[in-house]
T-cell receptor, first 113, second 115 residues
Framework: DTGVSQDPRHKITKRGQNVTFRCDPI?????LYWYRQTLGQGPEFLTY????????KSRLLSDRFSAERPKGSFSTLEIQRTEQGDSAMYLC???????????FGPGTRLTVL | GNSVTQMEGPVTLSEEAFLTINCTYT??????LFWYVQYPGEGLQLLLK?????DKGSNKGFEATYRKETTSFHLEKGSVQVSDSAVYFC??????????????FGRGTSLIVHP
């Protein structure tokens, strides 16, 4: 088991462009989470999946953000028409079991110019 | 809703000093409690956890006890090392059974340990 992986690790884009990030969770984990983290803050919940079903989305999540987990394995997070305020670290985590211990990937750092 | 409050940093200590990072929480159910650590340029990794009242989580010399009466989960270490310099996050997660599986994280406390 290689843990949670994310791709790319860094992304620089111009305002207005679309970006897509990928997360590969630990294979036996049925829950997958996306978070956003800015400097000096803890992870902010964006959305999560149980298997292929998207069960929760943050009320703060703009309509420009969409996530999928089509086969209950890897997941993608797309941001359309990026804005400078979208610049942040995007973290993916997976889990299983009742206590919901989170296993995090290394993150994708997005910079919007 | 659920919330986690942890002491603001940075906490600056000399090597071998005693560490306490305070964490208190509010939750509607009976959550599991966690401390995660984040080293520069990396994702978060679990440091320790406790799943019910009076449980003590421990790992790498760090300890925290789940105190339901004070809704606290303070992190302690008797003798810190330079390599402990990192950002520490307190977190909770409901245990399902109708509760949400959405974890809640504190803002993080930066620890700086000088030789």
């Amino acid at each position: 088991d290689t843990g949670v992986s994310q791709d790319p690790r860094h992304k620089i884009t111009k305002r207005g462009q679309n970006v897509t990030f990928r997360c590969d969770p630990i294979s036996e984990h049925n829950r997958l989470y996306w978070y956003r983290q800015t400097l000096g803050q803890g992870p902010e919940f964006l959305t999560y999946f149980q298997n292929e079903a998207q069960l929760e989305k943050s009320r703060l999540l703009s309509d420009r953000f969409s996530a999928e987990r089509p086969k209950g394995s890897f997941s993608t997070l797309e941001i359309q028409r990026t804005e400078q305020g979208d610049s942040a670290m995007y973290l993916c985590a997976s889990s299983s079991g009742g206590n919901n211990e989170q296993f995090f990937g290394p993150g994708t750092r997005l910079t919007v110019l | 809703g659920n919330s986690v409050t942890q002491m603001e940093g940075p906490v600056t200590l000399s090597e071998e000093a005693f560490l306490t990072i305070n964490c208190t929480y509010t939750a509607t159910g009976y959550p599991s409690l966690f401390w995660y650590v984040q080293y520069p340029g990396e994702g978060l990794q679990l440091l320790l956890k406790a799943t019910k009242a009076d449980d003590k989580g421990s790992n790498k010399g760090f300890e925290a006890t789940y105190r339901k009466e004070t809704t606290s989960f303070h992190l302690e270490k008797g003798s810190v090392q330079v390599s402990d310099s990192a950002v520490y996050f307190c977190a909770l997660s409901d245990q399902g059974g109708g509760g949400s599986y959405i974890p809640t994280f504190g803002r993080g406390t930066s620890l700086i340990v000088h030789p």
